[in-house]
Antibody, heavy 117, light 106 residues
Framework: EVQLVESGGGLIQPGGSLRLSCAAS????????MSWVRQAPGKEPEWVSVFFPGGGTNYADSVKGRFTISRDISKSMLYLQMNSLRDDDTAVYYC???????????WGRGTLVTVSS | EVVLTQSPATLSLSPGERAALSCRAS??????LDWYQQRPGQAPRPLIYGASYRATGIPARFSGSGSGTDFTLTISSLEPEDFAVYYCQQRSHWITFGQGTRLEIK
């Protein structure tokens, strides 16, 4: 089955770190753009980061320098390392196939990250 | 940054009626515009890509049109499951989403 499953969310204090994981199945991760998209409560989605098929990456200005996207080809996994977390990083984080030059054609169910003291 | 403005913010219609949702871009984005549906507690679901192409499994009652700065998502005859929030998203200059249109039952 073609699917994405996120994990790793939770409650974290401001300034803390968290790593999100996304398990991909049913397709080849390296052949696709893979993104993280987040959605704060009651707000529209916000693109966070993309991993290009060729290996490059890009980030939204709001997370640049704090978040790092990576992938493990052997495990078909995508990751998002989040450092120096702030209150406004609170959101449901979705793993999505696509981004940059292609639409998001496959989404996971999301994992909730709550940044609060 | 390309700002997408969706209108109306809320649209109240009855099942069987026709819905037209607008998305306007702050600069030309050609046809690099996609539409998503989101139901409560669920991830966004792709409906339309490239302004006018239906995504896999999307019923024919959904259609998209437009290019440049003005785009429209049309639902020809509303079904009960269509009442949800709809977002447009551009991928011409980085990636941004509109603020959404809530389609509610009248």
């Amino acid at each position: 089955e073609v699917q994405l499953v996120e994990s790793g969310g939770g409650l974290i204090q401001p300034g803390g770190s968290l790593r999100l994981s996304c398990a991909a199945s049913g397709f080849i991760v390296t052949s696709n753009y893979m993104s993280w998209v987040r959605q704060a409560p009651g707000k529209e989605p916000e693109w966070v980061s993309v991993f290009f098929p060729g290996g490059g990456t890009n980030y939204a200005d709001s997370v640049k320098g704090r978040f790092t996207i990576s992938r493990d080809i052997s495990k078909s996994m995508l990751y998002l390392q989040m450092n120096s977390l702030r209150d406004d990083d609170t959101a449901v984080y979705y793993c999505a196939r696509g981004g940059w030059s292609t639409y998001f054609d496959l989404w996971g169910r999301g994992t909730l990250v709550t940044v609060s003291s | 940054e390309v700002v997408l403005t969706q209108s109306p913010a809320t649209l109240s219609l009855s099942p069987g009626e026709r819905a037209a949702l607008s998305c306007r871009a702050s600069q030309s984005i050609s046809t690099n515009l996609d539409w998503y549906q989101q139901r409560p507690g669920q991830a966004p679901r792709p409906l339309i890509y490239g302004a006018s192409y239906r995504a896999t499994g999307i019923p024919a009652r959904f259609s998209g049109s437009g290019s440049g700065t003005d785009f429209t998502l049309t639902i020809s005859s509303l079904e009960p499951e269509d009442f949800a929030v709809y977002y447009c998203q551009q991928r011409s200059h980085w990636i941004t989403f509109g603020q959404g249109t809530r389609l509610e039952i009248k």
